[in-house]
């Protein structure tokens, strides 16, 4: 059974993510478009379960499918869309997962939803504070349970969606090369 575990920001993640980026970028090769740090690892400061989270990018999303044993040569198991249209996913550790990759085609709505999402928590500190407090009181209370985990905090995360994505348009700050992350 895979516990829950929500642990305090750790500044590694950040060189995790660009270490594992670079195995990544040569396992989809010509596909690559480019790759981001999302979720929760990529927002300092900010409480997480300690799972590095990557959003990649590519050319065509139907030519993933035939990258799959590249990505099972570094680690990784897939999953198809998994419950998203358009999106290929991937996970790393089997009872203790360390990646999660996150894969659409160049312009999917979901890479500016989730990019926006992540450069309004690091834009907005006390919104990300808050967040992680959420985190840790959720994790607590569905130890075990992580469908209870991420149903705690669904109404939360939607609100600051739709804040994030309100801020990104009238800000006009577009998702691309923000933070460079």
Request: proline share 4%; no cysteine.
């Amino acid at each position: 059974m895979r516990r829950v575990r929500v642990v305090d920001y750790d500044p590694q993640w950040k060189e995790g993510f660009q270490e594992e980026r670079e195995q990544l970028r040569e396992a989809f090769g010509p596909e690559w478009v480019e790759g981001h740090h999302i979720g929760s690892t990529s927002v300092p400061g900010l409480a997480a379960k300690p799972i590095l989270d990557f959003l990649i990018e590519v050319r065509e999303i139907e030519r993933v499918d035939s990258l799959a044993g590249n990505l099972k040569a570094i680690g990784y198991q897939g999953w198809g869309e998994y419950g998203i249209p358009g999106r290929r996913y991937f996970n790393k550790g089997e009872d203790e997962r360390t990646h999660h990759v996150h894969v659409f085609a160049q312009g999917h709505p979901d890479v500016h939803r989730h990019l926006v999402f992540r450069d309004y928590l690091i834009q907005h500190p006390e919104v990300a504070r808050i967040y992680g407090e959420l985190k840790k009181e959720s994790a607590q209370r569905f130890p075990t349970d992580i469908k209870s985990y991420m149903d705690s905090k669904d109404g939360f995360i939607k609100e600051i969606e739709a804040k994030a994505l309100e801020w990104g348009r009238i800000s006009g700050k577009g998702y691309r090369k923000i933070w460079n992350l």
